[in-house]
Structure formats: structure tokens, C-alpha cells
């Protein structure tokens, strides 16, 4: 049986799906969300949602039992969405789950904005990565910028892309974030 959600872009386990490389793939590897068409088939081994659907709760953060022996060593792990699993459940419940999505609406946008417009067939994981471990008003500010270097509009996506990746990293590096994966 395919386990469905309303919102596959934020997982029951507090990864960010519609900031995630497979979401954005074309063909059989492509990453429907947390939830979404034929999951079951993509990630028939997650032991998350028979536990949440147990429990009765739709995300792990508003169980007793979180974080539990499942959440032990994910920061590490090269996925980098787990980076900021257990950072973003905490702002969820802080600001309340509605406004989570907006927030991570607006940042699908702006990731689907790069993609269209930046990426020069390299940088689809650079683009998610960092649309997915800065802050919101931080990735706002690259687009904003971006879109005050009119001398961008005559360049190629290659050309382009370099300077998407430059804004990035500036900031990534003014706060101590690194935009790569996490290598064991």
C-alpha cells in the first residue's frame, strides 16, 4: 500500500524533500517527497512512518518519545538535508507548522527560480544545498541581488551560474556554513 501526505515537502522525519537533488530529478531515481506518488515504492525500507503512523502524530517532533535512537548520528551522515533535520523541527514548532511550509514554499520557489535560470547542468545539488542550509532572508538576498546585475540578462547560464555560486558562498562562508556534502 502506497502511505500518502498532504505535503511531501517537509518528511515526517524533518527532511526538507522539495529542497532535496531527487526531488528535482528526472526518471527513476526522482524523489516524489515524504509522502508523495509511489513513495513506498522509492523508500520501501523507512522505518519513520509505520512509527509515526503508530503513534498518530504527522511529524516525529510532536511525539513523546523525539528525538529518538533514530535521529543518533544523522548530522553526520553525507545526505545533506539531515544537516538541519532536528534545527528545522525546532523552528516548526517555534513559529507552528503552517508557517514552516510558507517559509519552505518560498524557498521551492526560489530553488526552482536558480534551477530555471542558473543552473548550468552542474550546480542542480549546489543550488539545493544552499537554498537548504541558509536562511530564508539569506537566499532572498542572492535572488535580489542577482537581480540588480542587469549586465547578468546578456551572459550565458554558465556565466551566470559562477556568480550565483560566488553570492553564495560569501554569505554561506560570513556564516560559518559549508555548502557541500559531508563526506565519510
Not at 25 to 31: L, M, P, R, V, Y
Request: charged share 30%; with cysteine.
Amino acid at each position: 500500500m502506497d502511505y500518502r501526505r498532504e505535503y511531501p515537502l517537509f518528511s515526517a522525519c524533518g527532511l526538507n524533500c522539495g529542497l532535496c537533488p531527487r526531488y528535482y530529478t528526472d526518471g527513476d531515481s526522482k524523489c516524489p517527497g515524504c509522502g508523495g506518488e509511489n513513495f513506498s515504492e522509492k523508500h520501501c525500507s523507512c522505518s519513520i512512518l509505520p512509527c509515526i503512523q503508530r503513534k498518530g502524530v504527522e511529524y516525529c517532533y510532536l511525539c513523546d518519545e523525539y528525538p529518538c535512537k533514530k535521529y543518533d548520528n544523522w548530522e553526520r551522515d553525507s545526505f545533506i538535508t539531515h544537516q538541519n533535520m532536528m534545527k528545522d523541527f525546532e523552528k516548526a514548532k517555534r513559529i507552528g507548522i503552517e508557517a514552516y511550509k510558507e517559509e519552505l514554499n518560498e524557498k521551492v520557489k526560489m530553488l526552482e527560480d536558480l534551477l530555471a535560470n542558473y543552473n548550468d547542468g552542474r550546480r542542480k545539488s549546489f543550488f539545493c544545498i544552499a537554498v537548504n542550509l541558509l536562511e530564508l532572508n539569506e537566499v532572498k538576498c542572492v535572488l535580489e541581488q542577482l537581480g540588480r546585475e542587469t549586465e547578468l540578462s546578456g551572459l550565458m547560464v554558465k556565466e551566470k551560474s559562477v556568480r550565483a555560486v560566488a553570492l553564495f558562498q560569501a554569505i554561506a562562508q560570513e556564516k560559518n556554513v559549508v555548502l557541500k556534502l559531508n563526506r565519510k
